[in-house]
């Protein structure tokens, strides 16, 4: 799940850069903005996933626990 997580935040960067790349040299600002808004939900995603709540573990390490104890919780 590490290894998924931080693929996704590499994407994000690379599409930031690229976004940035694309207007520069065609000055277009649709598809830009629209590769850093996906770049926005991956980030999102993310931190949905590894940001802790207020009750407890965040949502991966519930999903860790669940892994190793072989519950569906």
Known sequence: MNLVLSIVMLAAIALVA???VLWRRTGEVRNPALMVVLALIAVGNV???????????????RAEQAEQTGTDR
């Open 18 to 20: 690229g976004a940035f």
């Open 47 to 61: 931190l949905i996933w590894t940001v802790p709540v207020a009750d407890g573990p965040s949502p991966m390490e």
